[in-house]
């Protein structure tokens, strides 16, 4: 057993954490912060790799399901409309108006939580940020070990802590999914979840790549003949 599984073991809250026994690295590592054990060792927490696959439509679909009722309630994703889900993920509209417009009427509408910020701060002492570029700003990686790393704690206010970001204002939102599913069901559907995130903050993100390896592959084709031009143009320069 680890330090990180021993640890959690002595808190009681095991059952409660969905990481794996390698999640946690020795002193000198860890991309995902850091966290004070039972014994009060400082441990690093090494980020999970998040499955970000554009090509995966089912994914993606089941990633916009789980944002729009879990996530949506509250958080806004304000630079990402409705209409754009559709096409881009490749679900027909009516569905889109059917299932996943919760917080509008208008399928052409961005997506924005009908809940009043200022009271929203006062339920969780701060408002919930847009979450369009938040996999832009925190990393694909940070967000899903950040998701997985929810933990009871009586202490605090909605009775969950996290590993990632101690003390989070966040409650633990998938905690009946987490209950309800087993322990790789619940890294697969969070993983479907970070990969929507990851759609919303850049969609061209895929297309981007693809395109920058043909360019990439075409200058390395062009360098060819311009390094037999300028060999040609300077054999007679002494």
């Not at 916009?64 to 996530?71: G, L, P, R, S």
């Not at 958080?75 to 881009?88: E, F, G, L, N, T």
């Not at 979450?131 to 909605?158: A, K, Q």
Request: charged share 20%; with cysteine; net charge negative.
């Amino acid at each position: 057993m680890n330090t990180l599984t021993k640890s959690l073991a002595g808190l009681g809250l095991g059952a409660a954490l969905s990481l794996t026994a390698g999640t946690a690295l020795a002193a000198g590592g860890g991309g995902c912060g850091t966290f004070v054990n039972a014994e009060g060792v400082e441990e690093h927490l090494a980020c999970s790799t998040a499955p970000i696959d554009f090509t995966n439509k089912g994914s993606l679909q089941n990633g916009a399901k789980i944002f729009m009722n879990y996530c949506a309630g509250c958080h806004s994703a304000q630079y990402v409309r409705h209409s754009r889900i559709a096409k881009d993920l490749e679900i027909p509209p009516e569905l889109v108006e059917k299932y996943l417009m919760v917080t509008t009427d208008q399928i052409g509408d961005h997506i924005n939580a009908e809940i009043d910020p200022e009271i929203q701060a006062s339920w969780f002492g701060a408002a919930p940020p847009d979450l369009t570029l938040e996999t832009r700003l925190r990393g694909d990686d940070w967000v899903y070990t950040y998701l997985l790393s929810f933990y009871e704690d009586p202490s605090r206010p909605w009775g969950a802590n996290n590993l990632v970001l101690a003390n989070a204002a966040m409650p633990h939102v998938l905690h009946n999914m987490q209950e309800e599913l087993s322990a790789e069901e619940f890294k697969s559907e969070v993983g479907d979840l970070v990969n929507f995130m990851a759609w919303m903050a850049e969609p061209a993100r895929h297309d981007r790549q693809v395109i920058g390896f043909f360019v990439i592959l075409f200058l390395l084709v062009l360098l060819i003949p311009v390094y037999l031009l300028n060999k040609e143009f300077w054999k007679d320069v002494k």
